[in-house]
């Protein structure tokens, strides 16, 4: 059963422009969503976090936008450039002592066209 | 700091042979997790540890695999016997709790992964 859900393997974007990456969860107790990138070779790193009393939380180019309503979260790039070309996880906690873990979605891999 | 490290980075074996995966967590980070990635389920928890003790291990596939973490700068994953399916990307990664307000989240930093291929 797949609690995080990014329904689009793939995106292709030029360079610039804006890119809009979608997760929708299903365990109506998450309360605190992050954005993890990975470039190949490497291990995911970190990129930006909300928690559930926001809607939204941004960090330079990156916004990360919340509708609990939904169960939906986005993150949009912009202006997106050719180094944001990587793989973007979407994750999800609902954070208790002896349950810490983050439920990762299967992954969307943003190319940016120059 | 030298983050997460994990070794080998590579591994080619064949079917029934056994499997060590190793991965050093990051000095002062009280949370461990082994993570697998494959195309179909992407990221999949297996088992994390909080202060070495394992937490939660019901993401362990089956009774091949087993992980240990007998200190806090160590920790193994094995796969013994190994089959063709288990072939992926295998992740550790260590955490502290970051608290924002009432909130707490684990915000984990992955090692580079172990790639393995089973024949």
């Known amino acids: 059963d797949q609690q995080v859900k990014q329904n689009s393997p793939s995106l292709s974007v030029q360079e610039g422009r804006i890119s809009i990456l979608n997760c929708d969860y299903t365990n109506s107790m998450f309360d605190y969503f992050l954005w993890y990138k990975k470039y190949p070779a490497e291990g995911p790193t970190f990129l930006i976090s909300i928690s559930s009393i926001k809607d939204k939380n941004e960090d330079g180019r990156f916004t990360v936008f919340l509708n609990k309503s939904a169960k939906h979260l986005s993150l949009h790039i912009v202006p997106s450039q050719p180094g944001d070309s990587a793989v973007y996880f979407c994750a999800a906690s609902k954070f208790n002592f002896g349950n810490e873990k983050l439920t990762f979605g299967t992954g969307t891999r943003l190319t940016i066209i120059p | 700091d030298a983050g997460v490290i994990q070794s080998p980075r590579h591994e080619v074996t064949e079917m029934g042979q056994e499997v060590t995966l190793r991965c050093k967590p990051i000095s002062g980070h009280d949370y461990l997790f082994w993570y697998r990635q494959t195309m179909m389920r992407g990221l999949e928890l297996l088992i994390y540890f909080n202060n070495n003790v394992p937490i939660d291990d019901s993401g362990m596939p089956e009774d091949r695999f087993s992980a240990k973490m007998p200190n806090a700068s160590f920790s193994t994953l094995k796969i013994q016997p190994s089959e063709p399916r288990d072939s992926a990307v295998y992740f550790c990664?260590?955490?502290?709790?970051?608290?924002?307000?009432?909130?707490?989240?684990?915000?984990?930093?992955f090692g580079a992964g172990s790639r393995l291929t089973v024949l």
């Open positions: 990664a260590s955490s502290y709790i970051k608290r924002t307000g009432a909130f707490g989240a684990n915000v984990l930093t």
